[in-house]
């Protein structure tokens, strides 16, 4: 899988993990756990689990995604990520960012520190290169007034859902989701039951990519990509209970087994 569908898929299955967030204005601290699958073309490929708190205006997601034992075959996965920072008015403001997972003999981690919206530093383990006469480095414009992956598709629950655009920056690179509406679809997990607000998503990548690469290259011209919301009950927070991601192989089916229960 290339390495920019694979940035993709963290992003959107990451973006997933983020259920049941509770509104800030609550006396009492709170915390939820949510579970989710993926699967690609039918067959469990992962699985995550995560927990999501707030206390007052402040939130904290964290949790571990692992392979499945069919997947391990090829490659044993596991990661983990975790994001904190604080409510506001229409958005979900981290102050810091980090994911790390190994694949196989293959370690990674980048942590990525926020400063009102706009990225302060940035660290990966081991350090990335950009390389080629095509690849499209970062500028200091990149990297203001954006969103880090986990609580970039996390919404109040007074704000539209979609149309929406979505500057996010992973630790590596600048991408856009464009997010357009496509109409409500019943779903049903545990915990809800009821009506999810169906978006479109293309994916533009803006810096820290190669333009040659076939991978991005092929994102760009998606046009079938899906992210559903539904709103938490307890909550006033739109979060993602499924997203479909065509791929080269098979379709990327990512969701949640269970949404606030």
Not at 245 to 257: E, F, H, L, N, S
Request: glycine fraction near 8%.
């Amino acid at each position: 899988m290339s390495r920019a569908l694979s940035t993709l898929l963290i992003l959107m299955i990451t973006a997933l993990l983020q259920v049941s967030l509770q509104t800030g204005l609550r006396a009492e601290p709170v915390k939820v756990h949510a579970d989710y699958s993926v699967r690609l073309i039918g067959l469990p490929v992962a699985y995550a689990n995560f927990v999501s708190e707030v206390n007052g205006n402040d939130y904290r997601i964290s949790g571990t995604l692992r392979t499945s034992a069919f997947s391990d075959i090829l490659s044993k996965t596991r990661g983990s990520a975790d994001v904190s920072g604080r409510l506001t008015a229409d958005r979900l403001q981290a102050t810091n960012f980090q994911v790390s997972y190994s694949s196989g003999k293959s370690a990674k981690k980048t942590e990525i520190e926020f400063r009102n919206g706009n990225v302060k530093s940035t660290v990966n383990t081991p350090k990335r290169k950009a390389s080629g006469a095509d690849w499209v480095p970062l500028t200091d414009a990149d990297l203001r007034a954006v969103l880090d992956p986990l609580s970039s598709l996390v919404f109040p629950g007074g704000s539209k859902v979609c149309p929406r655009s979505l500057p996010i920056f992973d630790g590596q690179s600048r991408v856009t989701l464009h997010l357009a509406p496509k109409g409500v679809r019943p779903f049903r997990t545990e915990g809800f039951a009821g009506d999810a607000i169906v978006c479109s998503v293309r994916f533009e990548p803006k810096a820290g990519y190669r333009t040659g690469s076939s991978g991005i290259q092929y994102l760009s011209q998606l046009k079938t990509m899906e992210v559903w919301f539904a709103k938490h009950e307890r909550g006033d927070l739109y979060a993602p209970v499924y997203a479909k991601i065509p791929t080269k192989i098979g379709q990327v089916i990512v969701a949640a087994t269970r949404f606030g229960g």
